[in-house]
């Protein structure tokens, strides 16, 4: 699904009209209309004493940009829709588990999980007295009518292939063989005992509960669906905040939600979506209009002219992982012989690709999964894909084309606007290829609709293309897949579907380990794609966004990380406005706490 690179301003999971409550007002303020005063042993609007350092309560909202060019926002929470959600979504709720900025599996609403004796069914424990703001408490039940919600073929969710295979029973309800009941969900034990029965051992069921942020089952069962939150009046939240003002063409305002009695209470008590149809982000960060911006290494230019950013940190982290990448037909001519796809493998120069177009915002690729990435390895990998002409050279005439003699015109396809500098990176690639092997590959520019149009066609029909894979839960199995027999692309292989399969089953992290190392061996091997650049996310906070969520984590990434400002990570809990508001020109948002 993570096919969105050109949307650094929105959530990879994308983003009617409800009428707001709270009318909100945007003045231009210069530093001195801020309260300097520090807000440091006081409580803000949801009873949190803030720390040192702190700005005070009215100051402790959190602006942040969003592109709506060619998105549709219809829904707030992820069980309602998760391609159309609008900027803000999926904070009205806690996930049973979330991340922490090294990207290990935290307790959220469930303090405690543990898979049965024969594998085949997860029971997570449910925190008591989280309460709906109906009134209601936040139990098992929540989850399970979400879960069956969102296998309903009336609902025809957009994201229910991700938990077909997994939970017992779910693929036949979305296909109306089984009702919705079926399903491998339940109560355990007691109303906090939540039980997802999968359909055969499933060692990364915590990981994929990430996605398991609930709708509530008496709003759900109310009004019939989740888009009960898109309205303000109708907004039912057990996470921190509530909505305050829909308005999906302009502003998204979520205030403090005064009945929270989570365990996850932010210092940050309100938050703003500002909703742009394009246009440079960089000067609205400059001005105050936003507290922080995602940049392109052309935004790093301009930046460093600028006298109130040339001096701000660049952080960097790798978002969702996102693998760029060339993909071949390998069930046709001449992308069927394993040898040509190896010669152009041994034929990218990644080093000088990246340090000459992408650096700072991207590493060389010489496997699927990114540094960091669960049982990603790279070491392994390079001698079978490193930069050696000499070598592709000898593979082509292998497979038959000696100097590229005889090798047929191939068309090379990629869309337009993918991400900072594409352009340049195919143009490198194909010039490279073209001259090192002797061969004649075309380029050709499609539209981003087209272009999936066609890669996604049985059979495919695209020869050679370019695109971007990231992740939707942090796991091997997730990643890896999308090279699995009847995938995404028409590379079939058993031993490596054997390997994902084994993988997947495997509950010990060093068995995992190994057997996930193989599969990536193996998939490098017979080059299915030659992997180009792994991106690099950058960000500017201004100076007074301040807390442990910014710094380095083990992998030495820092800024927030995936899957970022919400409710699936815990870095709610460890960002503030800091005292040093009044040193940036901060526009003040008035009405919003």
């Known amino acids: 699904m993570s096919d969105s690179a050109n949307q650094r301003s929105l959530t990879r999971r994308g983003f009617i009209v409800a009428s707001g409550a709270g009318a909100l007002s945007f003045a231009a303020a ?5 309260s300097t005063a520090s807000g440091a042993g006081t409580k803000n609007a949801l009873g949190l004493t803030l720390q040192s350092g702190a700005a005070s309560a009215t100051d402790q909202y959190y602006v942040q940009a969003f592109d709506s060019t060619g998105a549709s926002y219809k829904a707030l929470d992820f069980y309602e829709s998760v391609y159309s959600r609008a900027p803000l979504a999926d904070q009205f709720n806690i996930p049973l588990v979330r991340l922490d900025p090294n990207y290990s599996i935290v307790p959220g609403a469930a303090t405690k999980w543990e898979q049965a004796a024969d594998g085949n069914s997860w029971t997570f424990h449910i925190r008591p007295g989280i309460m709906w703001s109906d009134g209601k408490e936040l139990t098992a039940a929540d989850y399970i009518e979400t ?9 025809a969710w957009d994201f229910s292939w ?4 997994v939970i017992k029973n779910y693929t036949e309800a979305v296909a109306g063989k089984v009702p919705t009941s079926e399903i491998g969900v339940k109560q355990g034990t007691d109303k906090y005992a939540l039980v997802i029965q999968t359909e055969g051992p499933i060692a990364y069921v915590p990981s994929a509960c990430l996605y398991t942020t609930p709708l509530s089952a008496a709003a759900l069962s109310k009004y019939g669906s989740g888009s009960y939150n898109i309205n303000p009046a109708t907004c039912v939240t057990c996470g921190p905040y509530t909505l305050t003002k829909f308005d999906p063409t302009a502003t998204i305002v979520l205030g ?30 400059q001005t105050g209009e936003i507290d922080t911006i995602s940049v392109t290494p052309l935004d790093l230019k301009i930046a460093a002219k600028n006298s109130r950013t040339k ?6 982290n790798p978002n969702d992982f996102e693998i760029w990448y060339t993909f071949f037909d390998t069930k046709k001519a001449p992308f069927n012989n394993v040898k040509v796809r190896q010669a152009l493998a041994h034929c990218v120069d990644r080093d000088s690709l990246v340090k000459s177009l992408l650096a700072p915002l991207a590493t060389p690729a010489y496997g699927y999964l990114t540094p960091g990435y669960p049982f990603a390895v790279e070491d392994p990998l390079k001698p079978l894909t490193n930069y050696d002409p000499g070598k592709a050279k000898s593979l082509l005439a292998a497979a038959g084309y000696p100097n590229g003699k005889g090798f047929p015109q ?3 396809n990629w869309w337009a606007n993918a991400v900072s500098n594409t352009e340049s990176v195919v143009q490198a690639l194909t010039q490279n290829w073209n001259k090192q092997l002797g061969i004649n590959i075309k380029l050709q520019e499609l539209d981003k609709t087209t272009f999936y149009a066609r ?14 894979y990231g992740m939707d839960y942090f796991d091997a199995s997730n990643m890896l897949s999308v090279y699995k027999s009847g995938g995404r692309h028409n590379w079939d292989n058993a031993q490596y579907d054997g390997l994902l399969a084994k993988g997947a089953a495997e509950s010990k992290a060093a068995q995992r380990q190994e057997i996930y190392t193989e599969a990536q061996t193996l998939m490098t091997d017979q080059a299915p794609a030659v992997f180009v650049f792994h991106l690099l996310y950058g960000y500017y906070y201004a100076p007074y966004i301040k807390g442990s969520a910014l710094a380095k984590n083990k992998d030495g990434y820092d800024g927030i990380q995936w899957p970022g400002f919400g409710a699936t990570s815990n870095s709610l809990q460890q960002l503030y406005v800091a005292n040093s508001v009044s040193s940036w020109p901060r526009q003040k948002q008035s009405g919003v706490l």
Do not use: E
């Not at 403090?256 to 246009?279: D, E, H, Q």
């Not at 001096?311 to 960097?316: D, G, S, T």
């Not at 059979?459 to 971007?468: A, D, K, L, N, W």
């Open 410 to 412: 191939v068309t090379f």
């Open 162 to 165: 991700f938990w077909s295979g």
């Open 311 to 316: 001096n701000l940190h660049l952080y960097k």
């Open 30 to 34: 210069c530093s001195s209309k801020h």
């Open 256 to 285: 403090p939600n005064k009945k929270y009695s989570g365990p996850f209470a932010p210092p940050i008590a309100a938050l703003v979506g500002k909703i742009y149809a394009g246009g440079d982000m960089l000067p609205r960060f």
């Open 147 to 155: 879960l069956r919600y969102s296998a309903d073929p009336k609902h």
């Open 455 to 468: 890669m996604n066609k049985k059979p495919t029909q695209i020869q050679m293309g370019f695109v971007s």
